[in-house]
């Protein structure tokens, strides 16, 4: 009876969503939880993009609606989440997520039923290789690994790496396998490779273990709360070695929990408020006025995966599966506020990286890597 009722209304649902009018985007992400200002930032950089584009006279001559689900950071709920979305509320395209956990658990559901998914900042290679209708806009975790062992290596002149890892977390456990490989490769040494459980609380006993072993500094990808936490942890521990990392870091609440103790931290990432590019400015001055604050890197991939599917809606005339998928495919050269994009064969996006410096609680531009 239920499975029946919600076809009834997934039926109805989508004879609205079908509507003359409105052109109907999903949304998934998490709003609450751990990781809630991922989520919100990406859902406002999305809802940005919309309301420019809306502005403008939508897309296929119809306005776009966004129809938004918080999957409270769990992999379930954002299975869960897209199902509803495709199911019930009848939408042309999936954004989201940006932790790759929950990009694997959910690109199965809109793959299954050949409705394209982006993913606006999951880096985890494996997430794009779920199926031909799932793509990203942001760079992936070899090359993220890649860029900060080379950074740590050549730029910093650093030798001994130690490595604290979230076990449970396939974006922790991924990009410290690519850092590690490169930075071995480069004639660096892993002295200490510790692990943690998003949730933990106490750091203490992988920190000293950590200490023991004499490091240059700590790769630590993980996401911000942990992150802040383990800073304290480590400054409270003795440790005074620099602490890196990538993407995950990005939030104001990584000052707030870790406060000086993140203070010269370095961190790869998606964009800098500092690239004078108008592409950059114009979306931070939006989205400032709409928002009423500096847009985080997951605000601007949100915006970008946005304004990369609205363009591919309009190229393909359509927003049937198939040829909106091709349109994705086809994208190349894109100026967004992340970078320019390019879709590749695997349909991930080739573009640079950044690497940015805590320094008070504004991340610092350092230098900007190329693939």
């Known amino acids: 009876m239920k499975s029946l009722l919600l076809s009834v209304l997934a039926i109805l649902v989508g004879c609205q969503n079908k509507g003359p009018d409105k052109i109907v985007i999903g949304n998934f992400g998490s709003m609450t939880g751990a990781e809630a200002t991922f ?31 918080d999957n409270q950071g769990k992999p379930e709920e954002a299975r869960l989440s897209v199902e509803k979305l495709i199911n019930v509320d009848n939408v042309v395209a999936v954004l989201g997520e940006v932790a790759s956990t929950r990009s694997l658990a959910a690109a199965p559901v809109a793959q299954q039923y050949k409705v394209p998914m982006i993913s606006p900042s999951s880096t985890n290679p494996l997430v794009t290789q ?14 993220q690994g890649e860029v900060m062992a080379k950074f740590a290596f050549n730029s910093l002149k650093l030798k001994k790496a130690a490595i604290l890892r979230d076990s449970k977390s396939d974006y922790s456990m991924g990009l410290a396998n690519y850092f590690i490989k490169t930075f071995e490769s480069l004639g660096g040494t892993i002295v200490a490779d510790e692990k943690f459980v998003s949730g933990d609380v106490d750091f203490k006993a992988q920190l000293t273990s950590i200490k023991n072993k ?39 609440k990584l000052t707030e929990i870790g406060g000086a103790a993140v203070e010269g931290s370095y961190f790869s990432n998606h964009y800098t408020t500092e690239d004078p590019r108008p592409e950059v400015q114009n979306f931070i001055a939006n989205y400032k006025t709409k928002f009423g604050t500096t847009p985080d890197a997951l605000a601007a ?68 890597v190329k693939p």
């Open 39 to 69: 989520g919100i930032s990406t859902k406002q950089g999305i809802e940005l993009a919309i309301e420019e584009w809306n502005k403008a006279g939508g897309v296929l001559g119809k306005q776009i609606e966004l129809k938004s689900y």
């Open 130 to 143: 779920k199926g031909d209708y799932i793509f990203r806009v942001c760079f992936i975790d070899p090359f």
């Open 214 to 252: 004499g490091p240059e500094f700590i790769f630590v990808p993980g996401y911000y709360t942990e992150v802040g936490l383990i800073a304290r942890q480590a400054r409270e521990a003795g440790v005074k070695v620099p602490l890196m990392g990538g993407d995950g870091w990005d939030s104001d």
């Open 301 to 368: 991939s949100g915006y970008d995966a946005a304004r990369v599917l609205l363009e591919a809606i309009k190229r393909a005339n359509s927003v049937e599966g198939p040829k909106l998928r091709d349109a994705i495919a086809g994208t190349k050269d894109f100026q967004g506020a992340t970078g320019v994009i390019t879709i590749n064969e695997q349909r991930d996006a080739t573009k640079s990286a950044v690497v940015l410096q805590v320094v008070g609680k504004v991340f610092k531009f350092v230098e900007s």
